[in-house]
Each structure stands twice: as structure tokens, then as C-alpha cells.
């Protein structure tokens, strides 16, 4: 496909960031909605970007989206979803807390608790609460994943399943619409479902970005947790197995987080 100038300029802004939003490069770009809505049309068409409520994603598929990248896409909505998250743990708890960039959010919501303990595989949560005295922070052994800080592997399924904890904060890399709960990462998904195993209250925390993207391995399904917690979901089918199977749906957007 030949793409115009701003159509390669979307797309390296797309693999940069991870996702590109209409009315964002209508005024970067000094044109109408229309005319970006044609651009990222195109771009989808020809495979390159993946079309997604209000702008696009660079396509999931094996290739993630890089960890920083990560950081930036639905910030504020991560942020609201962390605050929500950290009301429900109360002080004098014990929880786990998996990778991602959304459970990281959790974490930054809990440096006002105290006499807590944090058992992480999660290299960029330890790191951030080491420093206050009132939470205790255990980190598992294992394989340190380079392009996030994630401890992966056998070794930290292991040491996962020694503890019984009050509360387990998991994240995914997507949520499809008939519930199933997925990653990319096998090894990241033994930790996962070990982590959900060994929790009394599982919280799952996801933005609703993730109701638009794949990934090819399945941790579970959302009946198996006890909390979901997005900023909000749209989703009919996933707020009907909410009802059906006993799960809270916390939509941190109405909550004004």
C-alpha cells in the first residue's frame, strides 16, 4: 500500500505510543475527524493499524505493544481504575500484584496504606513501595522478562504458591467479549493463575482498551474473579456474565476517579 506523508507519520506515532486517536491528530495534523478517520481506515485495511473506538491501536498480535509505550495509552483511566482498586484493600492486608502497567496504577494508589504485605513478580511495584516502612514488599525469584520487569517462570510459580493472601490485583493484555482472560506470555500466565489461586479476593483491573485487543494465551475467564474493576465497560456480553456469575463490575469512570 502507498502511504501518504501523514499517513506515515500516524503510523510511527502508532508504533511509538501504541494507539493514535482521531480528534488528537486532526488538530496535530490541522484537518477534520473526517479526513484522519479516512487515514486510519486505510491503515487498517492494508493490516497496519487496528481500528478501535475513536482512533486506532498498532496491531496486538505477537508483536506487544512496548511496556513504556503502554504507559501513556489510557493514563487517567488507569489512574481512576488504581484509586478504585486501592479503596478495597484495606490496612493490615495482604495482596499479590501481577504485571502490567494498570496493576502498577493499583500499586501507586496503595502508598498511603500501612502494615501491608506485597508479594509482586512485578520488578517496577517492588521498586516503588520498597521505600515505605509500612508495606512490606516480598518479590519472587525467577527469569527477569528485559522488556518489562516481569519475574516469569517455574521458579516464580513456586514461590507464588506458598503464600494464601487476602487479595490478588491482576492484570491482562486482553479481555475477549466472551470473558476469556489473556496474555502473551505462557510463563506470565502460569504466575497469573497461580496468583489467582492463592488469593481469598481476586480484583481484576483492566482499561476498556482492552476489550479491543488479542493476544494467544488464556489465563481464564472473567467468572473466575470476584472484582472487575475498568473505567468503563461497553460490552453488553461482558457485564452479562458479571450479573450471571456473582462478579462486581466497578466502572471507576462513574465513580468520578
Given at each position: 500500500?502507498?502511504?501518504?506523508?501523514?499517513?506515515?507519520?500516524?503510523?510511527?506515532?502508532?508504533?511509538?505510543?501504541?494507539?493514535?486517536?482521531?480528534?488528537?491528530?486532526?488538530?496535530?495534523?490541522?484537518?477534520t475527524p473526517q479526513t484522519i478517520r479516512k487515514d486510519l481506515n486505510d491503515l487498517c485495511e492494508s493490516r497496519q493499524l487496528t481500528r478501535v473506538h475513536g482512533g486506532a491501536i498498532f496491531p496486538s498480535g505477537a508483536e506487544n505493544v512496548r511496556y513504556e509505550a503502554r504507559r501513556s495509552i489510557a493514563a487517567p483511566e488507569?489512574?481512576?481504575?488504581?484509586?478504585?482498586?486501592?479503596?478495597?484493600?484495606?490496612?493490615?492486608?495482604?495482596?499479590?500484584?501481577?504485571i502490567g502497567t494498570t496493576t502498577e496504577?493499583?500499586?501507586?494508589?496503595?502508598?498511603d496504606h500501612r502494615d501491608l504485605m506485597v508479594i509482586t513478580n512485578n520488578i517496577n511495584v517492588a521498586n516503588r513501595l520498597r521505600v515505605f516502612p509500612a508495606i512490606e514488599v516480598v518479590i519472587a525469584g525467577g527469569v527477569v522478562r528485559g522488556s518489562d520487569g516481569g519475574i516469569v517462570g517455574e521458579a516464580a510459580v513456586d514461590f507464588i504458591r506458598q503464600f494464601k493472601v487476602d487479595y490478588a490485583v491482576i492484570g491482562v493484555s486482553a479481555i475477549d467479549h466472551d470473558g476469556a482472560l489473556l496474555d502473551y506470555d505462557y510463563r506470565e500466565v502460569k504466575v497469573a493463575?497461580?496468583?489467582m489461586a492463592n488469593a481469598r479476593h481476586v480484583i481484576l483491573v483492566a482499561d476498556s482498551s482492552k476489550f479491543?485487543?488479542?493476544?494467544?494465551?488464556?489465563?481464564?475467564?472473567?467468572?473466575?474473579?470476584?472484582?472487575?474493576?475498568?473505567?468503563t465497560c461497553s460490552i453488553p456480553a461482558l457485564k452479562t456474565i458479571c450479573r450471571d456469575h456473582g462478579v462486581r463490575l466497578i466502572e471507576a469512570q462513574d465513580r468520578g476517579s
Amino acid at each position: 500500500m502507498f502511504l501518504s506523508p501523514r499517513q506515515t507519520q500516524i503510523l510511527e506515532i502508532a508504533k511509538a505510543e501504541g494507539r493514535v486517536l482521531v480528534e488528537e491528530l486532526a488538530s496535530r495534523f490541522s484537518v477534520t475527524p473526517q479526513t484522519i478517520r479516512k487515514d486510519l481506515n486505510d491503515l487498517c485495511e492494508s493490516r497496519q493499524l487496528t481500528r478501535v473506538h475513536g482512533g486506532a491501536i498498532f496491531p496486538s498480535g505477537a508483536e506487544n505493544v512496548r511496556y513504556e509505550a503502554r504507559r501513556s495509552i489510557a493514563a487517567p483511566e488507569k489512574q481512576g481504575i488504581g484509586r478504585a482498586a486501592a479503596s478495597l484493600i484495606p490496612d493490615n492486608s495482604s495482596l499479590f500484584i501481577n504485571i502490567g502497567t494498570t496493576t502498577e496504577a493499583v500499586g501507586e494508589a496503595l502508598l498511603d496504606h500501612r502494615d501491608l504485605m506485597v508479594i509482586t513478580n512485578n520488578i517496577n511495584v517492588a521498586n516503588r513501595l520498597r521505600v515505605f516502612p509500612a508495606i512490606e514488599v516480598v518479590i519472587a525469584g525467577g527469569v527477569v522478562r528485559g522488556s518489562d520487569g516481569g519475574i516469569v517462570g517455574e521458579a516464580a510459580v513456586d514461590f507464588i504458591r506458598q503464600f494464601k493472601v487476602d487479595y490478588a490485583v491482576i492484570g491482562v493484555s486482553a479481555i475477549d467479549h466472551d470473558g476469556a482472560l489473556l496474555d502473551y506470555d505462557y510463563r506470565e500466565v502460569k504466575v497469573a493463575q497461580a496468583i489467582m489461586a492463592n488469593a481469598r479476593h481476586v480484583i481484576l483491573v483492566a482499561d476498556s482498551s482492552k476489550f479491543d485487543r488479542a493476544a494467544p494465551v488464556r489465563i481464564g475467564h472473567l467468572s473466575q474473579v470476584h472484582t472487575f474493576i475498568t473505567d468503563t465497560c461497553s460490552i453488553p456480553a461482558l457485564k452479562t456474565i458479571c450479573r450471571d456469575h456473582g462478579v462486581r463490575l466497578i466502572e471507576a469512570q462513574d465513580r468520578g476517579s
